[in-house]
């Protein structure tokens, strides 16, 4: 194309390249916006796609299963794919996991890559249903970058309680666009449940103080708790990366062993959604090297919340019982 209507043009080779390269580039452009419109359609559920009855929705983690209930209440009906223990990094979506996501109304998770395995399937469902992203609010320049992976952000936003706050408006706004006449329920209950997390944020902040300043060290299995570090003021140190799809190195074991006994660290931490392996090995290092390390009595919740029962399946009751287990094993 370029090569036909440079040879037609009367005007100089310079200027003929130049057209021929303004033509493509229109072409891209109306390419790229059919593009854009047609994923546009596909995405939102259009004027006439108001749900009748209760809004089924599907969620990943049990952070977001819960926000989607706090916020959707009696209007929503929510399938949570990944329970309690369950580790997001390495979940793997099943077929009837795929189904649930499909023909939902809407899919909610948190993106940033936490779901790692599941990202091509979040561009093909999105294709099909409406799908949100509720992590989409947070400010770049709040995000930490990850360590592992170059350009990407650290996923786990939800341990910086005044962050997963800004998880609430996506959800409220999706889920009034899908059942208007319940907006004004959406926006009532959002509202209650910020006013519970700014409150739950005021306390986290005043238990952690609480430990002697020497103290506030954070070793866990792996990189979830930076967020949480960096809101309220703890030296973060995971065993492995960001995610637990690699393996923890012998060195990195070391570099972890070397922090404990230097720092005379009181006690670590073993994550529920995580294998304790790595976590006794630093311990018996320690104790090796002279340094008697404890492993905190309790788990904590890093990635997904407790089951039925235990206090924890709800997201303030797994950051209220991780405080708890924290302060404990540091006083
Ligand atoms: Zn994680």
Redesign the pocket.
């Known amino acids: 194309m370029s090569f036909r209507l440079k040879s037609k043009s009367k005007t100089g080779s310079e200027g003929s390249r130049r057209f021929g390269w303004r033509r493509w580039l229109a072409a891209g452009l109306v390419g790229a916006l059919a593009v854009f419109l047609v994923a546009g359609c596909g995405e939102g559920p259009g004027e006439a796609g108001a749900v009748e009855g209760t809004v089924e929705a599907t969620t990943t983690t049990t952070m977001i299963t819960d926000l989607v209930e706090q916020v959707g209440g009696e209007h929503v009906e929510v399938t949570g794919l990944m329970g309690p223990g369950v580790d997001p ?1 390495t979940y793997r979506a099943s077929q009837s996991d795929v189904a649930a996501l499909t023909e939902a109304d809407v899919v909610f998770y948190n993106g940033l890559f936490l779901e790692g395995q599941m990202q091509d399937l979040f561009v093909d469902v999105a294709e099909q249903t409406s799908t949100v992203r509720v992590t989409e609010a947070v400010p770049e320049e709040r995000l930490l970058e990850s360590e592992d992976y170059e350009g990407q952000f650290d996923p ?1 936003v939800w341990f910086d309680v005044s962050m997963w706050q800004m998880t609430i408006d996506p959800v409220v706004e999706q889920l009034s666009e899908l059942k208007p006449d319940a907006a004004e329920d959406f926006e009532r209950r959002g509202e209650e449940y910020r006013q519970e997390l700014e409150e739950l944020d005021a306390e986290v902040r005043e238990r952690i103080s609480s430990i002697p300043e020497e103290d506030r060290m954070l070793v866990t299995a ?1 990189d ?1 708790f930076r967020y949480f570090g960096e809101a309220y003021g703890m030296e973060v140190v995971g065993v492995e990366g ?3 799809e690699g393996e923890a190195g012998a060195g990195d074991i070391r570099e972890v062993v070397d922090f404990v006994v230097e720092k005379e660290v009181p006690a670590i931490f073993v994550e529920g959604s995580v294998p304790p392996q790595n976590i006794e090995a630093v311990q018996a290092a320690a104790r090796d090297r002279g340094w008697d390390v404890q492993v905190a009595d309790e788990e904590l919740y ?2 997904a919340g407790g089951p039925e029962g235990s206090g924890a399946e709800t997201y303030t009751g797994m950051v209220r019982a991780n405080v708890e287990t924290i302060v404990e094993a540091l006083s």
């Open positions: 990094h786990h792996h979830a960001i995610s637990t890093s990635d």
